[in-house]
């Protein structure tokens, strides 16, 4: 084998990559609609050399390299789903779709995973069998893609000794490398209430029974979960991120809604949270003569990264960028993400990778949000790199 892949052996493509990243970004789908970014993939890929499945979890799809006689198997995978979020970049390669975009920088993902493939057809610099793993609906917070297709049997039929993700991180500097072993990612539930009082006339309050009042005492005393019930030393967030309620300002709703967000680390301080959130909710409604309906749904588990891969990880970007431009102990990110369930099923690892300053409006989920494509050929040039460390002859 030759000596394996450095950044520069990826900047002959790097005006490729970057072309394919933004013809990705003005055409974005929604989760479990992206059937056009899944045949452009599957073009691509089969005309580069793999064996290409599609249909997985609806529009997910894997592309298989094998070389040389080596048995190792590895996995990597990439996100495809956009975000329901209008664009206001201005930037000429802008979202062509209304109200869709880019927003997270799973077009970049992508992106750098192809350059990796294009570059490992190649020069097929390794020996055992490489699966690329294209997963729909990451961003949909339940019933995901990467659920899905774990259930579809995403690993029976495409075996993976480990498997690694990667996910741009703002904030950090362009091409630095952060993970961590262990819990990296939290576990991400969803609560729905549905506030029930009376509704009447605003001159009248005495008549009627406020749900919109009971659903703020709710609001107010979710504050006390996490500050009261739960030990300082574990990590948990509890965050009304919606709060709905009548049209006009002289009527009294019947009813309230609230959107919560749960965040936390440990299956017994999940457990926890669930059983407070849910007592508070009914007794606050109580004591205001209202009732509630709660719909309580768990979504992604924690992303726990395996030492081997996360190692792995480690020791491949070191040698790619150095020292200098690797975390190792990245601190633990209360976001959530679905490579969870692929994790649960094989051992594997996430790695971010920094996309410059996020002021302005550059954090993910962020309108004006874009990925750097100074990342393509670094992060392709990891991905080849990890691919040729790890699959060798054994």
């Known amino acids: 084998m030759t000596a394996r892949t450095t950044v520069a052996d990826l900047e002959d493509l790097k005006a490729e990559l970057t072309a394919l990243r933004r013809?990705?970004?003005?055409?974005?789908?929604?989760?479990?609609?992206?059937?056009?970014?899944?045949?452009?993939?599957?073009?691509?890929?089969?005309?580069?050399?793999?064996?290409?499945?599609?249909?997985?979890?609806?529009?997910?799809?894997?592309?298989?390299?094998?070389?040389?006689?080596?048995?190792?198997?590895?996995?990597?995978?990439?996100?495809?789903?956009?975000?329901?979020?209008?664009?206001?970049?201005?930037?000429?390669?802008a979202s062509q779709a209304e109200g869709r975009m880019h927003a997270c920088g799973h077009d970049g993902h992508?992106?750098?995973?192809?350059?990796?493939?294009?570059?490992?057809?190649?020069?097929?610099?390794?020996?055992g069998v490489l699966h690329l793993i294209f997963q729909p609906a990451e961003e949909r917070?339940?019933?995901?893609?990467?659920?899905?297709?774990v259930q579809e049997g995403l690993f029976k039929s495409f075996?993976?000794?480990?498997?690694?993700?990667?996910?741009?991180?703002?904030?950090?500097?362009?091409g630095q490398f952060l993970t961590r072993t262990g819990p990296f990612m939290a576990a991400g539930d969803r609560v729905f209430v549905k506030v029930i009082g009376n509704g009447g006339h605003a001159a009248r309050p005495h008549l009627a029974t406020d749900p919109v009042v009971a659903a703020a005492a709710i609001v107010m005393a979710l504050q006390t979960v996490v500050s009261r019930n739960i030990d300082p030393s574990q990590a948990a967030v509890v965050s009304v991120g919606r709060l709905r309620a009548g049209d006009a300002l002289n009527v009294i709703p019947g009813e309230a809604e609230i959107g919560i967000s749960v965040r936390s680390f440990s299956p017994q301080v999940r457990a926890r949270l669930r059983e407070r959130i849910v007592q508070v909710c009914r007794s606050t409604a109580d004591s205001h003569?209202?009732?509630?309906?709660?719909?309580?749904?768990?979504?992604?588990?924690?992303?726990?990264?395996?030492?081997?891969?996360?190692?792995l990880a480690l020791e491949v970007a070191r040698e790619l960028v150095g020292q200098e431009h690797v975390v190792?102990?990245?601190?633990?990110?209360?976001?959530?993400?679905?490579?969870?369930?692929?994790?649960?099923?094989?051992?594997?690892?996430?790695?971010?990778i920094g996309n410059g300053p996020a002021d302005g409006g550059r954090a993910l989920h962020n309108a004006n949000y874009d990925f750097n494509d100074d990342n393509l050929c670094v992060g392709a040039a990891f991905w080849s790199r990890l691919a040729e460390t790890y699959l060798r002859d054994a």
């Open 289 to 311: 003569e209202a009732s509630v309906q709660i719909d309580y749904v768990e979504g992604y588990p924690v992303v726990d990264n395996a030492e081997a891969p996360t190692l």
């Open 110 to 127: 992508m992106a750098m995973l192809l350059g990796a493939a294009r570059h490992l057809a190649r020069t097929r610099n390794f020996s």
């Open 159 to 174: 075996h993976c000794d480990m498997v690694l993700a990667m996910h741009n991180h703002p904030g950090a500097p362009v």
């Open 23 to 93: 013809g990705l970004h003005q055409r974005p789908e929604l989760a479990f609609q992206e059937h056009d970014t899944s045949a452009r993939l599957a073009e691509l890929l089969s005309e580069w050399g793999y064996d290409v499945t599609t249909g997985l979890a609806g529009t997910g799809l894997v592309a298989t390299l094998r070389a040389g006689s080596g048995s190792r198997r590895l996995g990597l995978r990439a996100d495809m789903d956009a975000l329901p979020i209008a664009e206001t970049t201005g930037l000429p390669y």
């Open 141 to 149: 917070g339940f019933d995901s893609g990467a659920k899905r297709m």
């Open 328 to 352: 190792g102990d990245m601190p633990a990110l209360m976001g959530s993400e679905d490579f969870a369930y692929m994790q649960q099923a094989v051992p594997g690892a996430l790695v971010r």
